[in-house]
């Protein structure tokens, strides 16, 4: 595979991987705050959670997130 699309793979798993720990995150806060004895449903907590708004910030956290890394790997 060439350089320039392994680099473009590797940015891409390294994203998805803080956007998933981002949404896991959001998704265990939800659930716990929303579930307060009330019976609320984990399909009730992703519906809350999913949204256009946390798909951009997810997004730009993780590009952000990839550069940082990315830097601190290049320095160290």
Not at 23 to 39: A, D, K, P, T
Not at 42 to 55: G, P, S
Not at 56 to 61: D, E, L, M, S, T
């Amino acid at each position: 595979m060439p350089q320039k699309l392994t680099s473009v793979w590797r940015a891409v798993v390294e994203m998805g991987f803080i956007m998933f720990l981002f949404y896991s995150n959001l998704l265990m806060g939800e659930f716990i705050r929303s579930n307060n004895g009330q019976g609320k449903s984990l399909i009730f907590a992703l519906n809350d959670i999913f949204t256009v708004n946390d798909l951009v910030i997810a997004i730009i956290c993780a590009f952000i997130g990839y550069v940082v890394f990315e830097y601190l790997r290049k320095k160290l």
